[in-house]
């Protein structure tokens, strides 16, 4: 793989709120991921959502996670058919000027990448940009994955190394950045927060990282009777401050 040029660290906010984008967007952030179910690791978000994000934030990439159901990434053929439709209705709906790009991952039964099915999941997105997501992480053979889907057309993954936050990882991380080159670029995410960035990328030379910045924030309703656990009067937004101090800290 060709190496790596030296250039700014790129930020990507993970959201899903509707008006995180114009937050993002405001901050000076340079991507954006879209997924509906974070408190379950991520599902994928509605066409609606996609088109919001794309609307608010013009001129950021918006990548979208394409995922059926929370779990394992150990997707059935039926499962891979869903997120080619999906994927599908999503370059439907919104503009061709839109820097559009999915984030996907699946798995074979020995953690290994399933290579077909990745296959099927970037000739859907018609050459919009194509992540590998965390599923990565689960990968015993990272260093091979890597070439792999560098050959089925994957050129960024996102990854923390193994389970844990990234900073448990870093020697792994810095491994990878230096495997992935200009061919797979490297997004690390997994615990980034604005205290520790600037070491993280210091540590693994990354040129992207990947992290929620999110507040709780109480909702509208909150004072009313509340008939679901999950239903408590809050909820996560995404939050300007958090973003701000991100981009400082990497001297943005």
Known sequence: ??????????????????????????????????????????????PGCVRHCVEQAP?????????????????????VDVMVLDIEALRDTVPASA?????????????????????????????????????????????????LLADLGITRVLTSGRGGPAVEHLPLLADLV??????????????????????????TGAREVHLRASQVQASAGGGGPVDHDHDRGTGSVTSAAVVAEVMAALGR
């Open 1 to 46: 793989m060709t190496a790596a040029t030296s250039a700014p660290t790129l930020v990507e906010i993970c959201l899903e709120d509707v008006g995180g984008a114009g937050v993002v967007a405001a901050s000076g952030a340079d991507a954006i991921e879209v997924c509906a179910g974070l408190g379950v690791g991520g599902t994928t978000p509605t």
């Open 59 to 79: 001129g950021l990439e918006v990548r979208v996670l394409v995922r059926p159901r929370a779990g394992d990434f150990v997707h059935s053929s039926r499962e």
């Open 99 to 147: 820097r559009l790009g999915f984030v996907v991952g699946t798995l074979r039964a020995d953690g290994g990448v399933d290579a077909d099915a990745v296959r099927r999941l970037v000739a859907a997105c018609g050459g919009a940009p194509v992540t590998f997501h965390k599923a990565f992480d689960s990968v015993p053979d990272q260093g091979s994955a890597l070439a």
């Open 178 to 203: 230096r495997r992935g080159g200009d061919d797979v670029r490297i997004a690390v995410g997994g615990g980034v927060r604005p205290g520790n960035v600037a070491r993280i990328v210091a540590a």
